[in-house]
């Protein structure tokens, strides 16, 4: 099973919060990405939650591209 230091890509406050709590949560509880930056992502794509970011299309084609290109 696949793990993660929640620390390191949470702000603090969500650190110790469940999976589905923080899946279901805005995606400016990730480190590093403010509510502005929160909220083009929803202008852009629709993406109100860290699972809606996760599930974006265009991140698993970027994902793919960059598997390729280091499977080379």
């Known amino acids: 099973m696949a793990s993660i230091d929640l620390d390191k890509v949470l702000d603090k406050a969500w650190a110790d919060k469940s999976v589905p709590e923080v ?3 805005p995606v ?7 509510d502005r930056q929160g909220a083009l ?3 852009a794509f629709g993406i109100k939650t860290v699972a809606d970011l996760a ?5 698993g084609w970027a ?3 960059a598997a390729l ?4």
């Open 55 to 59: 599930g974006l299309k265009y991140v």
């Open 69 to 72: 290109d280091s499977a080379k």
């Open 23 to 25: 899946l279901a949560a």
């Open 41 to 43: 992502l929803e202008e």
């Open 28 to 34: 400016s509880v990730l480190k590093g990405v403010s």
């Open 63 to 65: 994902q793919a591209l």
